[in-house]
Structure formats: structure tokens, C-alpha cells
């Protein structure tokens, strides 16, 4: 029996991305089409400086192409202005990078909690759903406990449980496993695809490590701004679904 067909949740289409650094410009992607479906696990590898990070940042509504489109979710995001972008990343797309990114003086708990508070949830319900995610990621009695008082891995953990909160389609984890050790990198990226296969969420991160791409469904390899490899193709949508949900 073949797989069913995922739909996209992000394609982009011919996309460059260079930076003006004083007179020279620097091309950090080239004429990519790549087409990220709802529900897949996927690495994007290479070495520093091969575009993975840019290409991330692309996928996440972080940053905008020099040229070509950006779909999400079927919309064009070069349509949307600022305050909808952040309005689409706050509900529909948890980050996790690998210095953590947690807040020193807030607790677990509060880290968590932020982007509901952000989008104005009122405090029971948040504290219920941080409370709810950081048991998930087997931090149930650590909540209390700042940043600077929990490991690497279990900061990650928390970073991983306040990506999630607003239950997103997407999470983009950029380098989500540099700064740990393997044993912790081996297990945030089994949690991420153990959360990602019951929940239906996609997950795309970025690695340099070769190690963790037997833990992912698909492997997008990156050279010089170009992805030069590609495993996890799948097969096009019919036409008439294509069509509906092409920008």
C-alpha cells in the first residue's frame, strides 16, 4: 500500500536570499524549490556556512527572500505585512535554537507560558498548558526551577515544551542539538520525533551532525546555498488539490 499524500504546509519556489555586506554581496541561497509537507520529520544538514540556517529562517517567516515566493499554509507570506507575519508565527510556528533562548529570571513554568501570555490566554489557562507540555517532555518537577539551575538537555526541553504550547502546525530548531552532549542530543531529537508523530506537527531542524540523520524521515542536504540532495521527495498532489493550495 502506497503512503498518503501530505500536503504542503510550506513550498518555496525559485527563492534566492543574498546580504549586501559594503560592496559585496553575499548569496547565501540559490534558486531553491522545496516543498515541506504537514506532518514530516526532516533535517536539514550540511556544513557552516552551506545555507541551512538561512534556509530555516525562510521556512520559519524569520526572514524574506531576496526573490522568489514563499508559501505557507497556501498564502504568499511576501502578502502579509509585519503584524501579520508575527501574528502567524505566535499561534502557527514554535522555534527552538540551540542557545535555548529561555528567559534567566523566569522560571520553567513561566518560560513556557510566554506565548500564550503574548497572545493574551488568560494566566490559569496558560499556567495549565506549560504545566501540561513540561510533563511531557518529562519535566514535571522541575517547573519551579529557573534556567540556570537545570542542564543543557533539560533547557532544551523546556525550549522544546514553549515551541509547542500554542500546539503550532510547524517547529523550526535550528542547530536545536550543538551545545549538548550526544546522549542529550539523541534524546531531544527522539522527543522532538516522538512528539512530532503523535501530534501530527512538522518538525524541520537544522544539524551539522551526521549522527542524528538516521532519527529523521527525510534528509535535506545543503552545499554552498544550493541542496544538492533530497531523500524524502514525495509525490506530487493531484491537480485539483495542487491547485487549491498553491500560492
Given at each position: 500500500m502506497s503512503k498518503p499524500v501530505l500536503a504542503p504546509l510550506v513550498e518555496l519556489r525559485h527563492v534566492i536570499k543574498y546580504y549586501q555586506l559594503g560592496e559585496a554581496r553575499i548569496t547565501a541561497l540559490?534558486?531553491?524549490?522545496?516543498?515541506i509537507r504537514?506532518?514530516?520529520f526532516v533535517a536539514v544538514w550540511g556544513p557552516s556556512g552551506s545555507g541551512k540556517s538561512t534556509l530555516c529562517n525562510l521556512i520559519g517567516m524569520l526572514d524574506?527572500?531576496?526573490?522568489?515566493?514563499?508559501c505557507f499554509d497556501g498564502g504568499d507570506?511576501?502578502?502579509?505585512?509585519?503584524?501579520?507575519?508575527?501574528a502567524v508565527r505566535n499561534k502557527a510556528i514554535g522555534f527552538v535554537f540551540q542557545g535555548f533562548n529561555l528567559i534567566p529570571v523566569l522560571s520553567a513554568r513561566e518560560n513556557v507560558m510566554l506565548p500564550l501570555q503574548?497572545?493574551?490566554?488568560?494566566?490559569?489557562?496558560?499556567?495549565?498548558?506549560?504545566?501540561?507540555?513540561?510533563?511531557?517532555?518529562?519535566?514535571?518537577?522541575?517547573?519551579?526551577?529557573?534556567?540556570?539551575?537545570?542542564?543543557?538537555?533539560?533547557?532544551?526541553?523546556?525550549?522544546?515544551?514553549?515551541?509547542?504550547?500554542?500546539?503550532?502546525?510547524?517547529?523550526?530548531?535550528?542547530?536545536?542539538?550543538?551545545?549538548?552532549?550526544s546522549e542529550n542530543a539523541h534524546m531531544i531529537i527522539d522527543l522532538m520525533?516522538?512528539?512530532?508523530?503523535?501530534?501530527?506537527?512538522?518538525?524541520?531542524?537544522?544539524?551539522?551532525?551526521e549522527r542524528l540523520l538516521g532519527r529523521v524521515d527525510r534528509r535535506i542536504r545543503m552545499r554552498d546555498g544550493e541542496v544538492v540532495d533530497d531523500d524524502g521527495l514525495a509525490p506530487e498532489l493531484p491537480e485539483t488539490a495542487a491547485s487549491v493550495l498553491s500560492c
Open positions: 540559490k534558486n531553491i524549490d522545496l516543498t504537514r506532518g514530516e524574506q527572500p531576496s526573490s522568489g515566493v514563499v507570506v511576501a502578502a502579509l505585512s509585519d503584524n501579520q507575519r508575527s503574548i497572545g493574551h490566554v488568560s494566566s490559569r489557562r496558560a499556567t495549565a498548558a506549560a504545566i501540561e507540555r513540561l510533563t511531557e517532555v518529562g519535566l514535571a518537577g522541575h517547573q519551579a526551577h529557573r534556567p540556570a539551575k537545570l542542564s543543557g538537555g533539560q533547557q532544551q526541553r523546556v525550549a522544546i515544551a514553549r515551541a509547542l504550547i500554542a500546539r503550532p502546525a510547524l517547529v523550526v530548531a535550528d542547530e536545536p542539538t550543538a551545545n549538548l552532549d520525533r516522538q512528539i512530532s508523530k503523535k501530534e501530527g506537527t512538522t518538525f524541520v531542524f537544522s544539524t551539522h551532525d
